[in-house]
């Protein structure tokens, strides 16, 4: 009994469980070392600007993890700190005298502090109260400062918004950030420091009992903690990273409009962090990164895709409330038993014929909407690299065979995958 409960330092997995200070820096380091080396993979200007555009919304998404995910705070207006500390920084830009003497690798902290300041003044009356009031209060203030947006035009340029230009700034070791991979690499480190920092946070006491008034605020309070002021300092600490990712989306596009702040970006934000899993530090990550690449990508295939980026939230939500994080965790169970290669082959045999069905039920939307919405006498449509006539029957029976054939077959073999499952997170006789 005592040779289980002794760590052995030789053992990985002991080590993790202990804590071992480099297994916990592991992951950072892999991180580094993947955005390092990710515009020699993916070298094209495109590539590059989606990558930065993935980066500031992974910023976003863990700054408002700390809100929802740490804290138990619904928030509806988040990205007004996100785009007052982008105006902010767009201001600080079109400052020549003072501009010229910053090097833009410092500028996100400006815009970090206009967040926190913003989020100062309204959370000392909004985190007061958690839950259904917290979030109506959220969105008040959303709105409220989407609808300065258009009126205050000094500050954020009204409709058409408020532009700056990046290269302005003190050369930085002699960069001057006129190219886009330049740029990158500036943002690649924001992200690693945000998102270090962020984590840090969750381990401080004032993270860990974020945790415990979001479960339960009555015990808190309790135990001598004021559950008013946690929510506050989390709050505020939201804020400023959120600002930061505003800075870093005014240095990248170097112009914000009303878009920033509006409803409809905070909603996006939400849709993330819930589609990568608010229970887990990495979830937003995931999420960041799945929602940029169907907003980019997905985008310039279909023009359905925020039709289909819904569809996936709901499901989530419905089938997967712990996200795209909370299916990978749960596979680790089985992983520590040494049987998750006993998923491989059920796997295998039921989630193909699912993507295919979802393929084929997504070609019978696509068809339906350019059979509705194409214009008089267009009648050819390209789908999975295959042109045909939307407009003849023959295409209509092969995208409802295939994606009837696909599910049956999905449903035919869950039972085996379901048995596989529970054997793969069961303890064999050995173990036990």
């Known amino acids: 009994m005592t040779d289980q409960l002794t760590t052995d330092p030789a053992k990985p997995a002991q080590r993790m469980r202990a804590g071992s200070m480099s297994i916990t820096l592991m992951p950072w380091i892999i991180a580094s070392l993947l955005l390092l080396f990710l515009p020699f993979i993916f070298q094209a200007n495109s590539a590059i600007t989606i990558m930065n555009q993935m980066s500031i919304t992974i910023i976003f998404a863990l700054a408002y ?201 905070s909603g996006q934000i939400l849709l993330v962090t819930f589609l990568g899993g608010v229970g887990f530090f990495f979830g937003p990550i995931l999420g960041a990164i799945v929602f940029t690449l169907v907003q980019t990508v997905l985008s310039l295939q279909t023009e359905l895709w925020a039709f289909y980026a819904g569809v996936l939230f709901v499901a989530t939500v419905m089938f997967f409330p712990g996200g795209l994080a909370g299916v990978l965790m749960m596979h680790v169970p089985a992983m520590r038993l040494g049987k998750a290669k006993l998923l491989v082959v059920p796997y295998i045999k039921t989630l193909l014929p699912a993507l295919i069905g979802i393929l084929g039920l997504s070609a019978l939307v696509e068809m339906v909407f350019h059979f509705r919405h194409a214009a008089t006498g267009d009648h050819e449509m390209t789908l999975f690299w295959t042109t045909f006539d939307s407009h003849t029957l023959l295409p209509w029976i092969v995208a409802v065979v295939i994606t009837v054939a696909a599910f049956w077959l999905m449903r035919m073999n869950m039972p085996g995958m379901v048995a596989a499952w529970h054997q793969a997170n069961t303890v064999g006789k050995d173990r036990a």
């Open 65 to 265: 993890n700390m809100l929802l995910g740490q804290g138990g705070m619904l928030s509806f207006g988040h990205a007004v700190y996100m785009g007052v500390g982008g105006f902010a920084c767009v201001h600080i830009m079109n400052m020549d005298d003072f501009f010229a003497n910053i090097p833009l690798p410092l500028l996100p902290v400006f815009g970090g502090l206009f967040g926190m300041g913003l989020a100062t003044i309204v959370g000392a009356f909004s985190t007061r109260k958690a839950g259904t009031v917290f979030a109506m209060i959220s969105l008040g203030v959303g709105e409220l400062i989407a609808a300065c947006s258009v009126i205050i035009v000094a500050f954020f340029g009204g409709e058409e918004g408020i532009s700056g230009d990046r290269t302005y700034g003190m050369p930085f070791f002699g960069v001057e950030f006129l190219q886009q991979i330049e740029v990158y690499y500036l943002i690649a480190f924001w992200v690693i420091i945000s998102a270090a920092l962020m984590y840090l946070f969750s381990r401080t006491p004032v993270g860990r009992m974020a945790n415990a008034v979001r479960d339960n605020p009555e015990r808190a309070e309790f135990l001598g903690y004021s559950a008013r002021w946690v929510r506050f300092y989390s709050f505020v600490a939201s804020g400023f990273f959120a600002g930061v990712a505003g800075a870093l989306f005014a240095i990248n596009y170097e112009i914000l409009t009303e878009e920033n702040l509006n409803l409809v970006t």
